[in-house]
């Protein structure tokens, strides 16, 4: 069965240091894989997808992760992270073919960033 | 709209009542999605829609839950006999496409459902 793990449910970071959110999921294939932000008050937002070919995608925000399948990983980061990336992100995970859309979501890491 | 708009934003009902959360799309959108939302998880699938049609409803936790979208744009999630473990967000996405698309859901704010 299709599942994602966010092992740190709550970070903290220095406004200006750099930011690794980590993601692990099990499929029985090569799956999608996404990162959703959350800000309080506002839907998720996407902010990367891994569909194939480069393992290293760049996103918005300044954000990129790595697909690493030996890990079953798919590790969000950012060199610098700025007061307004304080939020909850979510890593997630769907089916390729004809249910692409039903996404498994991890439980989320909270995101605190200090001044 | 420019993006997926659901009213009500805040419900607050008593237990057994019936629900009604709406969701409308982006405009072209032909995939319609329901995730829900507890406290202190991820979202989790309950419906798709491709067009009018139900293309997978597995994720629906028991048939007091129920969708529509009679005309391939709004939807309606219809909840009977509400119980207090139906609190959460209710949160609707669409994308342009399914299956072959680009994958890419846009949500709205999303429902918060209260159950007393």
């Known amino acids: 069965a299709q599942s994602v793990t966010q092992p740190d449910i709550h970070i903290t970071v220095s406004e200006g240091a750099s930011l690794e959110l980590r993601c692990n999921y099990s499929?029985?294939?090569?799956?999608?894989l996404f990162w959703y932000v959350q800000s309080p008050g506002q839907g998720l937002q996407l902010l990367l997808k891994y569909f194939s070919g480069d393992t290293l995608v760049q996103g918005i925000k300044g954000f990129e992760a790595e697909f690493k399948r030996s890990q079953s990983s798919f590790n969000l980061r950012k060199p610098s992270v700025h007061w307004s990336d304080a939020a909850e992100y979510f890593c997630a995970v769907g089916a390729r073919g004809s249910t692409l859309g039903r996404l498994y979501f991890g439980r989320g890491t909270q995101l605190t960033v200090w001044p | 709209g420019a993006g997926v708009s659901q009213t009500p934003s805040n419900k607050v009902t008593e237990k057994g009542k019936y629900v009604e959360l709406r969701c409308d799309p982006i405009s072209g959108h032909t995939a319609l999605y329901w995730y829900r939302q507890s406290l202190g998880q991820g979202p989790e699938f309950l419906i798709y829609f491709q067009g009018t049609g139900a293309a997978d409803d597995s994720g629906l936790p028991n048939d007091r839950f129920f969708a529509v979208r009679p005309e391939g744009s709004v939807s309606t999630l219809k909840i009977q006999r509400t119980e207090r473990g139906d609190s959460a967000v209710y949160l609707c996405?669409?994308?342009?496409?399914?299956?072959?698309?680009?994958?890419?859901?846009?949500f709205g704010e999303g429902s918060r459902l209260t159950v007393l």
């Open positions: 996405a669409s994308s342009l496409m399914a299956g072959g698309g680009t994958g890419e859901l846009f």
């Open positions: 499929y029985g294939a090569t799956p999608y």
